[in-house]
């Protein structure tokens, strides 16, 4: 399935942002300040969650470039966030979040400058 174009450059879009958003609330933070407050953890879990469902939601087109991120699990992490808040292990999120998304990041950098060089 090829996605429309607008609706993947909005997902990329917004995956770059979440990614940003949580290396900014990260900057400077050692694990054990990042598992000590709640609401950082909370938050940084949220946008894994919309990471999760923005990456789920890309075209197979998209997919298919990249096949060395591990697509099901992005959006099982999503999933565990989702349905079994119970089980999210901080030092899940804090591995996920300082070891896994520049990879991410540079996925959704390198389809939006793919779009953009498009006619």
């Given at each position: 399935m090829v996605e429309r174009e607008g609706r993947a450059t909005e997902r990329l879009e917004i995956i770059v942002d979440q990614i940003d958003?949580?290396?900014?609330?990260?900057?400077?933070?050692?694990?054990r300040e990042f598992a000590a407050d709640r609401d950082v953890s909370d938050?940084?879990?949220?946008?894994?969650?919309?990471i999760g469902e923005n990456c789920h939601r890309l075209g197979d087109d998209v997919k298919s470039r990249h096949p060395d991120l591990p697509w099901d699990?992005?959006?099982?992490?999503?999933n565990i966030i989702s349905h079994d808040y119970g089980r999210i292990n901080p030092a899940r999120v804090w591995s996920v979040a300082v070891e896994h998304l520049a990879a991410i990041r540079a996925m959704a950098a390198a389809e939006l400058t793919l779009i953009d060089s498009e006619p």
């Open positions: 958003l949580i290396d900014g609330q990260l900057r400077g933070k050692t694990f938050l940084v879990a949220y946008r894994l969650h919309n699990d992005i959006y099982g992490m999503r």
